[in-house]
């Protein structure tokens, strides 16, 4: 299970692409380049990115002609245009972001991990922070370690990574779980909460499940 999230910087200016490349790679994320928007082609294909960076000015092919052959992938687009309309159109026209040149790099940092964190990577896992659920397999990974989780436990942590920034009442978590898992009901929901969120804990010694005292549980957001 791939865990280290991959970054394609697609931009032909060489210096800020190597300032990208040293940050992302500090913070963790494997760094793959282009410098032109038919190159970028070819490497979406053999690296297989998790988010891409996208300049608009290339050579070749340029950005709003890129943007549309990516599919599947998050595009946060950096460029220098400012021009509303165009930000409008490219937002429209399949970018999840746009920020713009010169950037604080603690901004788009933040932007990054916003992509990756409480989101689809793709159709068959669920993220959230450094949790990996494979629902094909409903297998849950943190870094690469394995989290062995009953069947109501793994029921109940799909649902809160589905819904990362909303409480979940007990009462629709109840009502969404019990027709795979029967022995999930009011009593017990405490007891299998506090199983997963010690589980979990035990793999990154973080809490990854916060209650809402009278309403219900969510996934706990930095």
Same mark, same amino acid.
């Given at each position: 299970m791939r865990t280290i999230?991959? #970054?394609?910087? #697609?931009? !032909? %200016?060489?210096?800020?692409? =190597? $300032?990208l490349q040293e940050v992302l790679e500090k913070q963790g994320y494997k760094v793959f380049r282009a410098y032109s928007g038919t190159e970028?082609?070819? +490497?979406?294909?053999? *690296?297989?990115?998790?988010l891409i960076l996208l !300049?608009? @000015?290339?050579? &070749?092919?340029?950005?709003?002609?890129?943007l549309p052959k990516i599919k599947d992938i998050p595009v946060i687009v950096v460029s220098a245009k400012i021009d509303i309309d165009n930000k409008v159109n490219l937002l429209?026209?399949?970018? +999840? =972001?746009? /920020?713009?040149?010169?950037?604080? /790099?603690?901004?788009?940092?933040?932007?990054?991990?916003?992509?990756?964190?409480?989101?689809? +990577?793709?159709?068959?896992?669920?993220?959230? !922070?450094?949790?990996? @659920? !494979?629902?094909? *397999?409903h297998m849950v990974y943190i870094d690469d370690k394995l989290v062995?989780?009953?069947k109501t436990e793994y029921a109940i942590l799909k649902l809160l990574m589905n819904n990362p920034s909303q409480v979940v009442t007990k009462s629709t978590i109840l009502d969404k779980i019990s027709e795979d898992t029967p022995d999930c009901v009011e009593s017990s929901l405490?007891?299998?909460i506090s199983n997963l969120r010690?589980?979990?804990?035990?793999? *990154? %010694?973080?809490?990854?499940?916060?209650?809402?005292?009278?309403? &219900?549980?969510? $996934?706990r957001e930095e």
């Open positions: 999230k991959r #970054i394609l910087v #697609i931009d !032909d %200016d060489i210096s800020i692409g =190597d $300032m970028a082609l070819f +490497v979406i294909k053999s *690296s297989k990115p998790d !300049d608009l @000015m290339l050579p &070749g092919l340029n950005g709003e002609e890129v429209l026209g399949g970018a +999840v =972001d746009y /920020i713009t040149k010169p950037f604080n /790099i603690k901004e788009l940092l933040a932007r990054i991990s916003i992509q990756f964190r409480n989101k689809k +990577v793709n159709s068959n896992t669920i993220n959230f !922070d450094d949790i990996v @659920m !494979d629902i094909n *397999s062995k989780l009953t405490k007891v299998h010690r589980k979990l804990k035990n793999i *990154s %010694d973080k809490d990854y499940i916060e209650s809402v005292w009278g309403i &219900g549980f969510k $996934m």
